[in-house]
């Protein structure tokens, strides 16, 4: 379905600040019109779980409230519902997103039925398996997992040691776990309401293996009984999420019907011979993975909007909260206006609004690459690269922001009924799942590299690089570099950057891009001195590991800011302009100060400079004080929707 | 009780590597024998919470744990059971520290009987108090709170709104919630348990005001019903610690007879009269609340013991698992062996060596003060300061740990049988209770002021102080400094740094010296300017609040280096004392590198000297990775204590 603002569920009327509606459009953006109709047609009935349910009742409510998100026209949006429908990547993403408002284990539920299972069958099946299974499972009568990680190869797919061998007697595929550590692992629906798994593992035809595929298995009856040959398991409790089923399955040679492997990349023809439509298996291999990116948008956006959430509590509430008398104020200092409060809790507000602006150039160029207009190759691969860091960063962020918004609310944080233990909890495992954020990282640095080098060897062929390596590497950086708008700030104060000042957005861009690109060089060097090293490769490489994800986290840096003035550019009032400048300004400098250590290491500021930078923080932090209140409307998540005693008190 | 190693309930053999076993005496230290009696003598059987137990249970089972373990004597371990016991804070410490290594809610819940409540009436009562209350506490016929905290101020106890009226026409008190901020909040065994409270309120005798004291009120009867004027209140469910049965309080004129009031220091005499040991009642009010100092130590050193139990999961699980396939190694690499994974345990691993030292040595100067022997007011004073801030350095290193550990894992660490999340949930609120650690930090930085304003001002009037401010400051932190080793070391290098390697102790010294002294004396500084300022005399201090929380974080940092300095000489295995030199050397590069841009803004160290800090933080993780489960046997944590799945599974 498409969301429309026709007879809303629940319609959402808000009063705001001005300079509240104005952030909150600015950060809505280009889908400001998707997000109202979300805002407003979302069921908020019963939106929160009940904490101190256990794991049977948090389950059985969360399939629940599945259903009844569905039947509302909320469940599946976006996710194609039979061979015929095609999908909408905006409208998921929104919707996943909105999800993310309310309970995190119907988000992640919803996720791992539409999103993974549903997004594989979509993805990876063909017209019949989407004709077959996709509008069952969108009306949520076939449950599925997502049966990818296996217990002994968490991050390393594409050695799962599941296989999946083609009998040609019977046409059919014997789906089989030949040791303990082949188990799936950690899979949704997995330990109680699926009754089908999309499995990966190694497909052999003919004694031959062709890598990593997919494959429709039925492992439940519908009384709940594990089919013959299966074996799932319940890995019960956990640090959050108790809403989803969790376990394991395991494979006692299951055969199944050879159309129910998901070949649209490759697969067994009628007359028992493997064909693909990708030669090159590490191609066709990243080419399934790839059809991923739209996870990793989901929980990256998922994430904010958590962090989102426990920011606008811990906000509301220092605006609120009255702690020592002072000077002037007898009753007490509003806990906002400390000064260290406020370098707590405004900083993370200022990146929430930076993650939030990149979040919204990520979803299109999702939407560009999966929205069924044509896209090239390396759209796709940049696409990929960027939800890889954005899923890492910005769920990093979340649970940092949401234990400091817990300690900032003192012992009322702790308190369930304020909600940010709880979003806490849940969003933790954000960090793991839909790939370790540290090797995501190291995908990002390791595409940046591959960029770099291509780009290297095109400029030597057209005899462009200079006589050093040095003044070679800053040129190629400068010719390749994808963020045309900070280049230019970027020039246009580098000669000067004394002289200007610290709020000078051209400055901000020169040292973002300074940062990028000085570290990728570096690790370029050493990656080619290493890769010439007669010693242990593996410990030649291993030594770059932190320079690997510092690598990716200037670029994603970069990546960031250079949204935030994009956007920054499209509001149209005055005053909210000015308070989007200070606030990018704050981000800026939030993450300059942050890194002050290595740009003085690398001679791009003076100490005087680095010892300024906390000064004209605290300066910003300030001068944001007085829109404390419209900022935290701009984030966006409506204050009766928070759900925390603290914030309803008022 | 004493702990004697007779007869001991689970008497614990574990096999240990040689330097293992040397690591963990010297982590051990001057109370080797307690920690290894309490060792082989705590109750193992079910000593952890089952995570999916719901608060009900989890209550009922917290309760029944802290009666089994008193019925094995590890109950009130070192907590006086009457008029003539003597406390023995060494044995409470130790005790405390040990049911840290099993749940947390048993280890809080014992603390708010035995630590708060009970020693509440040890150290704010007399003979009387002693006499007729402390069997029940001990035997835990008698479950108390302590009820000190208001909604309306958590960490401003001075204004507690609660009143203790003197009725002197029926010789009672009346203790009066005037307000509803004024309602006791997130008070242990106030919920449910509890039949008694120390309540802390304002004096009030014949109209006249006498600041916070402390009475004893009667709560509930023995059928758990609240007694007249008594409203309890039940905080339900939390981010952790569902054990404890945290609730609220509030008093409807509710009368007590005289002698309830807890009057060591202040109360009123039978005629009626007011009478206290402490005329300046600003010195009183710090002297009651001094008495709490036991609990901080206590957190703190459960805090380290926590980090411990996670550092020693995630080592141990790293020691075991292999990820993608590497050249020369075809089943994977160990976790272990990745720079990155090192990096991200190894200097937490050499952190937590530095915290617990310096705990020993915290835990001696709380001996010295109330085990009995003579003290000084200074002694008292700096046992204060220093507890404020391990509690906090600790707590606070114990939450960021505990999910690095978790990630660390992936997803088996989300899995509540890993033990990390569950550990975590429980020890997030040790952050903010028994005194808020920005709270406690301000509390640090405010004594060391102290100090200096009256060593500057004693230095002045001898005639010492040079012609500027500068130079005098220098020598006056010198001359007052309580580190007479670092100073030593730090002497000896300070005229050639660069000639230095990067693991010269002196070196080490050196900074961190220079660290504490110099932000303590530009922060004094800033305070005297501040002082003269005619604006917003608020403001003017607000604005140093990170350069307040900055001073007591350089100054901890400093005690923590001087205590493993000390413990290295102390271990007499060579081996074993070259492993404690690196592990040093990691702990203070560790710091130092954090800290990097302040030593560059303040010319302390080159960039060059700064960019090759981590080349050496890498170089000493390699070296110590051969010692890695050693160092984690030293930690102290027996592994089949830690109940992980993961690990039992070798």
Same mark, same amino acid.
């Given at each position: 379905?498409?969301?429309?603002?026709?007879?809303?569920?629940?319609?959402?009327?808000?009063?705001?600040? %001005?300079? &509240?509606?104005?952030?909150?459009?600015?950060?809505?953006?280009?889908?400001?019109?998707?997000?109202?109709?979300?805002?407003? $047609?979302?069921?908020?009935?019963?939106?929160?779980?009940?904490?101190?349910?256990?794991? !049977?009742?948090?389950?059985?409510?969360?399939?629940?409230?599945?259903?009844?998100?569905?039947?509302?026209?909320?469940?599946?949006?976006?996710?194609?519902?039979?061979?015929?429908? #095609?999908?909408?990547?905006?409208?998921?993403? #929104?919707?996943?997103?909105?999800?993310?408002?309310?309970?995190?284990?119907? $988000?992640?539920?919803?996720?791992?039925?539409?999103?993974?299972?549903?997004?594989?069958?979509?993805?990876?099946?063909?017209?019949?398996?989407?004709?077959?299974?996709?509008?069952?499972?969108?009306?949520?009568?076939?449950?599925?997992?997502?049966?990818?990680?296996?217990?002994?190869?968490?991050?390393?797919?594409?050695?799962?040691?599941?296989?999946?061998?083609?009998?040609?007697?019977?046409?059919?595929?014997?789906?089989?776990?030949?040791?303990?550590?082949?188990?799936?692992?950690?899979?949704?629906?997995?330990?109680?309401?699926?009754?089908?798994?999309?499995?990966?593992?190694?497909?052999? *035809?003919?004694?031959?293996?062709?890598?990593?595929?997919?494959?429709? *298995?039925?492992? /439940?009856?519908?009384? +709940?009984?594990?089919?013959?040959? @299966?074996?799932?398991?319940?890995?019960?409790?956990?640090?959050?999420?108790?809403?989803?089923?969790?376990?394991?399955?395991?494979?006692?040679?299951?055969?199944?019907?050879?159309?129910?492997?998901?070949?649209?990349?490759?697969?067994?023809?009628?007359?028992?011979?493997?064909?693909? $439509?990708?030669?090159?298996?590490?191609?066709?291999?990243?080419?399934?993975?790839?059809?991923?990116?739209?996870?990793?948008?989901?929980?990256?956006?998922?994430?904010?909007?958590?962090?989102?959430?426990?920011?606008?509590?811990?906000?509301?509430?220092?605006?609120?909260?009255?702690?020592?008398?002072?000077?002037?104020?007898?009753?007490?200092?509003?806990?906002?206006?400390?000064?260290?409060?406020?370098?707590?809790?405004?900083?993370?507000?200022?990146?929430?609004?930076?993650? &939030?602006?990149?979040?919204?150039?990520? @979803?299109?160029?999702?939407?560009?690459?999966?929205? &069924?207009?044509?896209?090239? !190759?390396?759209?796709? /691969? !940049?696409?990929?690269?960027?939800?890889?860091?954005?899923?890492?960063?910005?769920?990093?962020?979340?649970? !940092?922001?949401?234990?400091?918004?817990?300690?900032?609310?003192?012992?009322? +944080?702790?308190?369930?009924?304020?909600?940010?233990?709880?979003? /806490?909890?849940?969003?933790?495992?954000?960090?793991?799942?839909?790939?370790?954020?540290?090797?995501?990282?190291?995908? *990002?640095?390791?595409?940046?590299?591959?960029?770099?080098?291509?780009?290297?060897?095109?400029?030597?062929?057209? &005899?462009?690089?200079?006589?050093?390596?040095?003044?070679?590497?800053?040129?190629?950086?400068?010719? %390749?570099?994808?963020?045309?708008?900070?280049?230019?700030?970027?020039?246009?104060?580098?000669?000067?950057?004394?002289?200007?000042?610290?709020?000078?957005?051209?400055?901000?861009?020169?040292?973002?891009?300074?940062?990028?690109?000085?570290?990728?060089?570096?690790?370029?060097?050493?990656?080619?001195?290493?890769?010439?090293?007669?010693?242990?490769?593996?410990?030649?490489?291993?030594?770059?590991?932190?320079?690997?994800?510092?690598?990716?986290?200037?670029?994603?840096?970069?990546?960031?800011?250079?949204?935030?003035?994009?956007?920054?550019?499209?509001?149209?009032?005055?005053?909210?302009?000015?308070?989007?400048?200070?606030?990018?300004?704050?981000?800026?400098?939030?993450?300059?100060?942050?890194?002050?250590?290595?740009?003085?290491?690398?001679?791009?500021?003076?100490?005087?400079?680095?010892?300024?930078?906390?000064?004209?923080?605290?300066?910003?932090?300030?001068?944001?004080?007085?829109?404390?209140?419209?900022?935290?409307?701009?984030?966006?998540?409506?204050?009766?929707?928070? +759900?925390?005693?603290?914030?309803?008190?008022?």
């Amino acid at each position: 379905m498409t969301l429309t603002p026709e007879a809303p569920h629940s319609l959402h009327t808000e009063r705001l600040t %001005t300079v &509240g509606t104005h952030l909150r459009a600015a950060l809505d953006g280009a889908y400001a019109a998707e997000r109202a109709v979300a805002r407003a $047609t979302f069921p908020t009935e019963g939106m929160l779980r009940d904490p101190s349910w256990d794991v !049977e009742q948090s389950r059985a409510w969360t399939l629940q409230r599945l259903k009844d998100l569905e039947e509302h026209g909320f469940g599946h949006a976006g996710v194609p519902d039979g061979a015929d429908a #095609v999908q909408d990547p905006l409208t998921a993403v #929104v919707t996943f997103e909105t999800l993310a408002h309310a309970d995190l284990s119907v $988000t992640i539920k919803s996720g791992v039925q539409f999103g993974l299972f549903g997004g594989a069958v979509t993805n990876l099946g063909t017209a019949w398996h989407h004709a077959e299974f996709l509008p069952k499972i969108t009306d949520l009568s076939l449950l599925g997992g997502f049966a990818m990680t296996e217990l002994g190869h968490g991050s390393d797919v594409a050695s799962v040691e599941t296989t999946i061998t083609y009998l040609p007697d019977s046409d059919e595929y014997e789906v089989h776990s030949p040791t303990p550590s082949a188990t799936k692992a950690y899979i949704g629906n997995a330990a109680s309401h699926g009754t089908m798994a999309a499995v990966f593992g190694q497909l052999i *035809v003919a004694g031959q293996r062709h890598g990593v595929h997919t494959i429709l *298995v039925p492992i /439940r009856d519908d009384a +709940g009984a594990d089919l013959p040959g @299966i074996t799932t398991g319940d890995q019960g409790h956990k640090g959050g999420l108790l809403g989803v089923d969790n376990g394991t399955i395991s494979f006692d040679h299951v055969r199944v019907p050879r159309r129910m492997l998901l070949d649209r990349y490759g697969g067994v023809t009628a007359d028992g011979v493997y064909e693909s $439509t990708i030669d090159n298996p590490n191609r066709r291999f990243f080419t399934m993975l790839g059809t991923l990116v739209r996870g990793r948008v989901c929980v990256g956006g998922g994430a904010g909007i958590a962090a989102r959430r426990g920011l606008s509590i811990a906000v509301r509430h220092a605006l609120k909260r009255r702690q020592f008398p002072a000077s002037g104020r007898p009753d007490g200092v509003l806990l906002m206006d400390y000064l260290q409060h406020q370098r707590r809790l405004l900083p993370r507000v200022a990146r929430s609004y930076a993650l &939030g602006f990149a979040q919204n150039e990520l @979803i299109a160029a999702l939407v560009k690459v999966q929205g &069924g207009e044509p896209s090239t !190759e390396d759209e796709q /691969r !940049e696409l990929e690269t960027r939800a890889a860091g954005m899923k890492s960063i910005t769920t990093w962020f979340a649970n !940092e922001t949401l234990q400091e918004a817990r300690e900032a609310c003192g012992g009322a +944080g702790y308190l369930s009924e304020n909600q940010l233990t709880e979003i /806490r909890r849940d969003v933790d495992i954000f960090a793991t799942f839909e790939g370790d954020n540290t090797v995501l990282m190291q995908l *990002v640095t390791k595409a940046l590299l591959t960029d770099y080098r291509k780009e290297w060897s095109d400029l030597d062929k057209s &005899g462009v690089v200079q006589a050093t390596a040095r003044v070679a590497g800053e040129q190629m950086a400068e010719a %390749t570099s994808v963020n045309l708008v900070l280049d230019r700030l970027a020039s246009a104060v580098r000669r000067r950057p004394e002289e200007t000042t610290l709020v000078d957005r051209r400055w901000h861009a020169l040292m973002f891009e300074d940062r990028a690109r000085h570290s990728l060089e570096s690790l370029a060097r050493r990656m080619r001195a290493a890769s010439k090293d007669k010693g242990d490769q593996f410990e030649s490489f291993n030594a770059m590991g932190p320079h690997v994800q510092y690598v990716a986290h200037a670029h994603m840096e970069r990546l960031v800011l250079q949204a935030f003035i994009d956007a920054i550019d499209e509001c149209p009032d005055g005053e909210t302009k000015q308070v989007l400048e200070r606030t990018c300004s704050l981000y800026a400098l939030d993450s300059i100060h942050a890194d002050r250590a290595w740009f003085m290491e690398h001679n791009r500021i003076s100490s005087g400079r680095s010892k300024a930078l906390e000064g004209q923080i605290d300066a910003l932090c300030r001068e944001l004080r007085p829109h404390a209140l419209s900022l935290v409307e701009g984030l966006g998540i409506p204050k009766d929707w928070l +759900g925390a005693a603290i914030v309803d008190e008022s």
